[in-house]
């Protein structure tokens, strides 16, 4: 006789409808050949009058969390409201009751995973997120169990569809940032208050949990440097094309000789002939480096109603087959305590730099920029001056008096001298506005 894993739903918003729509449908494919069945028992929601477009079974909807983790008959916990309260509370009630939970919930994870790894530890049952990251991406289960071989190298990529659909727009459209940011509102790819994706928020939690997984390392979130998409012009789109290169933001996590671990979210520029350049719209991609593997790439839907559940789907069947197996934890190698890599300070990288000056068009003006950068050990690798109508591979020498672009590409240098140069640029009379800085890899 099948042994019946019992479902309870907490968050019935566009994901949950989902799932709930996977775990209802007559056709379950993900129960073939099982020794269990799955069954969703409630579904607990605020809104329970509102369609979604699902036939749900006459006393499945409760608004009532408690009918859910209260339920001695339900065995698992799907939590699907988002954010860190009272999301946290929930999964430790759902703990504490000797119940398995599975979450979507990014932010909870990388903020509080060492507290919630421990206490379902303590409890002795899981605590699954595929899709936390990625969406319908198996990017967790692949680095915890399909490469578990390896020891990884680096971890980065595209983890965010809403900024990747902006960046796109404008690289395609010639859009300025509002406009496409407006459009992807209207086709839902963007939240009303979209700050969380454009400022690299959501990028950073994601590769908050993927270095976990691969580094073994519990991160602070405080401690990372993160920068988003606002100031990102199509000015800066258009001549980091003429540079060859494709500007993205990328999510990057790297293991260095010593054992400390680099983890960074910003805009990049990246060759415009690699891999990441050609992703766009609303999918992500990620790129992982084993030492026996080499590299493996990872592409698809970042987010959506089916991709996401699809994960959540997927995570509840490994528990039941964990429950029908008598192994119903999978935390166990999953850092827990704190212990772990620890973090490069973002100062001490090495990187190369585009930057964008807009000057006074005056004798002396690139002397003093260069001067600056020598001062730091900043070598120019190449320099474009933009007039009013042209692009040209020259140096900056006339008293024209009006204003210009240049863009300057810099050899590798230190994260802390170029933050020191940029206070000089600063200081300049001729230098109008903030210098626009966009570090490169190459990729």
Known sequence: MKRTVNVGLIGFGTVGAGVAKIL????????????????????????????????VPDGVLTTNVDDILANDDIDVVIE?????????????????????????????????GDELFSAAKKAGVSYMFEA???????????????????????????????TNYILTGMARDGSDYADVLASAQKLGYAEADPTSDVSGGDALNKIVILARLAFGAALDLDTIYCEGIQNISITDIEYANELGYTIKLLAIA?????????????????????????????????????????????????????????????????????????????????IVNGDGPELI???????????RFEVTDQSGVLADIARILADFGISI????????????????????????????????????????????FAELGSVNG?????RVEEI
Request: overall charge negative; aromatic content about 6%.
């Open 24 to 55: 209802l449908a007559d056709n379950r494919p993900f129960q073939t050949g099982r020794h269990f069945e799955i069954e969703l028992l409630k579904i607990a929601d605020l809104d329970i009058t509102t369609d979604r477009g699902i036939t």
């Open 345 to 355: 300070d973002f100062g001490e990288l090495t990187m190369r730099y585009y930057l």
């Open 132 to 162: 936390s990251v990625g969406g319908g991406i198996p990017i967790i289960r692949s680095v915890m169990d399909g490469l578990n071989a390896n020891t990884f190298e680096k971890v980065y990529g595209i983890l965010n569809g809403t």
């Open 381 to 424: 690798e190449s320099m474009i001056q933009i007039g009013s109508d042209e692009v040209e591979h020259v140096h900056l020498g006339s008293a024209g008096g009006g204003h210009v672009q240049i863009i300057i590409m810099t050899h590798e240098a230190k994260e802390a001298d170029m933050q020191k140069a940029l206070s000089r």
């Open 254 to 334: 790297k293991r260095h000789e010593d054992g400390r671990v680099e983890t960074r979210v910003h805009p990049t520029l990246v060759p415009s002939d690699s891999v990441m350049a050609s992703v766009e719209d609303e999918f992500n991609a990620v790129e992982v480096y084993g030492d026996a593997v080499g590299r493996e790439i990872f592409y698809g839907k970042g987010a959506g109603m089916l991709p996401t559940a699809s994960a959540v789907v997927s995570d509840i069947v490994d528990i039941a087959a964990g429950i029908t197996a008598g192994h119903p934890s999978n935390v166990e190698r999953i």
């Open 434 to 438: 903030a210098v626009q800085l966009m």
């Open 80 to 112: 699907l409201i988002g954010g860190y309260e009272p999301a946290k509370a929930f999964t430790l009630k759902a703990f504490a009751a000797g119940k398995s939970v599975v979450t979507a919930n990014k932010a909870l994870v990388a903020k509080h």
